[in-house]
């Protein structure tokens, strides 16, 4: 009996799907749901502990103890020392369950970052977001002319034959790429959230992603998708964002209303509005951008006051603690940081990431000078768009798996993603935050475990 007990608790992570006698066992729909509730629990466990570590001992704010959990549970770290434990936990047939979880997760966090957007901050800032935003594109692709065709010298960074142009397309796209999501929960954490400042950097951020993602869809159709690929990316994007930006608000104003007469939110009004969300996530993610966008601009026109208030205690809690940690999981499985195992390359990967950070903070801060801006100010803004983040992993993840880039630029584009987003913090605090909060323009720096959302 013990040892068939044994035997029992051994097979539980196997696979139970049917077999043919020449075809390898499958996942059946039970075994899906056992790994997934099992991976839950490890992916939140790694997150609350990974996020204290950082919080207690290298002032990071959760968020970047997440982006480091997720890539503490990848082959990175705990598939390089318990390779079969990392492969049983987390086997391949689960990723598209992950991916589905995180794309739900994050999609709803920046739909609650949208709704404490502060449009009357941005009429007001207008013009330095759109120098910033412009700057964040022109410098970074500007140093992706100038560097990529030393790095196509190199064996193995870039796909055989791959043209200059593509190449630095593609460089270009990785090094403006700012972390719209981490960006937003660095700024909601440092409590940023309803300042003027949060509200340009996150503009300035939002437009530099969508941008980004625009790049790689050229970049896609180059090389063979079509160019189908990239006239739906681009003009889809624009037509849904107009048409949510010229109309949405005045067609979910009735929720609000509903909600200011009732003094609460119903389940009917939530129902309604996560269907919203729901077909605008659709729509970008249909069209080649991604989902993130579709979920922020929808919560920028949702109703503000009462709905937005009860919108966030229903939703935030579950978005923040259970959904959005699969996000950081997910792309940490992708991720080989053992890939830089020589001299020439770790040189190489160190220029990588000093001409990432002098084209975006360097950029950035100059723009929001000439912009009118502040020095302090400024250099917040620079240090805040200098985050990339998991959307940098996402964006190398696909330039890899479509053949783009090679493994070892991948690995150092991975890690400039993770400097320059532990960079950010420590270097905002320290050109900006600490004085701001001495003077009482800010107030303390928001440490709750969950490291709320909005």
């Not at 949060?198 to 530099?208: E, K, P, S």
């Not at 993610?285 to 966030?312: N, Q, Y």
Request: one cysteine or more.
């Amino acid at each position: 009996m013990d040892f068939d007990l044994i035997a029992i608790l051994g097979d539980v992570l196997a696979k139970h799907g049917p077999a043919a006698p020449a075809v390898a066992k499958t996942y059946a729909p039970g075994d899906f749901s056992i790994h997934f509730f099992l991976q839950l629990g490890i992916i939140m466990l790694a997150c609350r502990v990974v996020g204290w570590l950082g919080r207690k001992f290298l002032a990071q704010p959760q968020v970047v103890g997440e982006m480091i959990a997720g890539v503490v549970l990848g082959p990175s770290l705990l598939g390089l020392f318990f390779p079969d434990a990392q492969a049983t936990l987390f086997p391949k047939e689960m990723r598209s369950v992950l991916y589905t979880g995180a794309q739900l997760g994050v999609g709803l966090y920046m739909f609650l970052v949208g709704t404490t957007l502060r449009l009357d901050h941005f009429a007001t800032k207008a013009r330095s977001a759109i120098g910033v935003s412009v700057s964040g594109i022109a410098a970074p692709f500007f140093i992706a002319f100038l560097i990529t065709p030393l790095l196509l010298t190199v064996p193995g960074l870039f796909a055989e034959g791959i043209s200059t142009a593509n190449a630095t397309l593609f460089m270009g796209a990785c090094i403006a790429l700012t972390a719209f999501p981490m960006l937003a929960r660095i700024i909601n954490e440092q409590g940023l959230q309803h300042t003027s400042l949060g509200t340009l950097a996150l503009t300035a951020g939002a437009f530099d992603d969508a941008v980004s993602w625009c790049v790689l869809a050229l970049v896609l159709a180059a090389f063979g998708a079509g160019p189908g690929v990239a006239v739906l990316a681009i003009g889809g994007g624009v037509l849904w964002a107009a048409f949510i930006m010229l109309f949405g608000r005045r067609l979910l104003a009735p929720l609000g209303r509903i909600v200011e007469r009732d003094g609460h939110m119903s389940h009917t009004v939530l129902a309604i509005t996560l269907i919203c969300f729901c077909m605008s996530a659709f729509v970008m993610d249909a069209v080649g951008i991604h989902a993130i966008f579709g979920g922020f601009i929808l919560g920028a026109v949702m109703p503000r006051g009462l709905f937005a208030a009860e919108l966030k205690k229903k939703l935030e809690p579950i978005t923040v603690i259970l959904l959005l940690p699969m996000f950081f999981t997910y792309s940490g499985l992708n991720t080989r940081l053992d890939m830089i195992n020589s001299m020439e390359l770790l040189l190489i990967a160190l220029g990588v990431l000093a001409a990432s950070v002098l084209a975006k903070f360097g950029a950035c801060y100059v723009a929001a000078r000439l912009a009118g801006e502040d020095n302090r100010t400024a250099l917040g803004i620079g240090a805040l768009m200098n985050s990339r983040g998991l959307m940098e992993l996402i964006i190398i993840n696909i330039g890899l798996q479509k053949g783009i880039i090679g493994p070892a630029l991948f690995s150092m584009l991975v890690l400039m993603a993770v400097v320059t987003t532990m960079m950010a913090t420590p270097l905002f605090e320290a050109v900006y935050g600490r004085k701001a909060r001495e003077s009482g323009e800010l107030g303390a720096v928001r440490s709750s475990a969950a490291g709320t959302a909005a």
